[in-house]
């Protein structure tokens, strides 16, 4: 028992650590955020801002006039590709589970396939057809190829597997079609898998700064991690706006974890009892 206690202890203590090493960075760009440039540029690590100023954020939105269209644009980009994956990869997850069809299996490790190819190698073919289609530099060329993911259709499979068949059974008896099931009985039992889903994609599409810097050439199109790029000149970088307009990008993504972290924590084993 005494031994249990000490790595009890010694976990605690990594745990701490790790904690510490990754929020001091945050601090420090939460600080440095309330920091004149020549105060930044001086060198010194200090958590208490010498001349605390609001100016910084006063002057992304003033100071370049298309900070607010950046904000909307990835607000936009963000929830729509949330969206658009939760249904579309709940869907496919849904019927790799349960409906068995020509080529069930088939589809299952074609996207076990997919989840071994990185992502950088898909670039310049995603680049070619997006220019055939001619949705380079718009929204649905931002949205439409990212709308699904093989990621998370493997793990919604992977839930709706062990989805208490009963209650689809039973819903049938109550005169529910497959599709009147999914959206009344299934989906509404599979919000901690859904809050899981929304979480990941949507941070990983707020802050994607590598697919809008291949195909948007319109400054009015910059999404906000493209955006913050322009405040670094040649000769000059602007690290109090940049620090400023990073804490403005950081706020959504918490917002978005503080809310469904809730159902993200629920019980993990799934039984299925409400």
Avoid: C, H
Avoid at 10 to 34: D, E, Q
Avoid at 70 to 82: C, D, K, P, Q
Avoid at 245 to 269: D, E, K
């Amino acid at each position: 028992m005494q031994k249990l206690n000490w790595v009890k202890l010694l976990l605690y203590l990594i745990l701490i650590g790790y904690a510490i090493a990754t929020f001091i960075p945050f601090a420090w760009a939460l600080s440095a955020s309330f920091k004149t440039l020549p105060e930044i540029s001086s060198g010194n690590i200090n958590f208490i801002p010498e001349n605390f100023t609001l100016e910084n954020y006063q002057n992304i939105f003033t100071q370049e006039p298309l900070f607010g269209r950046w904000l909307f644009n990835s607000v936009l980009v963000a929830v729509g590709v949330t969206a658009l994956n939760l249904l579309f990869n709940s869907m496919a997850g849904y019927a790799l589970a349960r409906i068995r069809f020509p080529g069930n299996q088939l589809f299952f490790f074609l996207i076990l396939a997919v989840l071994m190819i990185p992502g950088q190698i898909t670039l310049i073919p995603s680049y070619l057809i997006l220019k055939n289609l001619g949705w380079l530099n718009s929204y649905q060329g931002l949205i439409i190829p990212t709308a699904v993911n093989a990621t998370f259709i493997f793990m919604m499979r992977q839930f709706f597997v062990n989805f208490p068949k009963e209650l689809e059974e039973a819903a049938a008896m109550d005169g529910l079609n497959r599709w009147e099931t999914f959206l009344q009985i299934v989906l509404p039992l599979a919000k901690p898998a859904l809050a899981a889903q929304a979480i990941f994609i949507f941070m990983g599409a707020w802050n994607n700064f590598l697919t809008p810097l291949l195909i948007l050439s319109d400054k009015e199109m910059f999404t906000l991690p493209l955006g913050l790029n322009t405040f670094k000149g040649e000769y000059i970088s602007y690290w109090n706006y940049i620090m400023a307009a990073s804490m403005v990008l950081t706020l959504p993504a918490l917002a978005i974890y503080a809310f469904f972290n809730r159902y993200f924590i629920q019980s993990v084993t799934f039984t299925g009892g409400k």
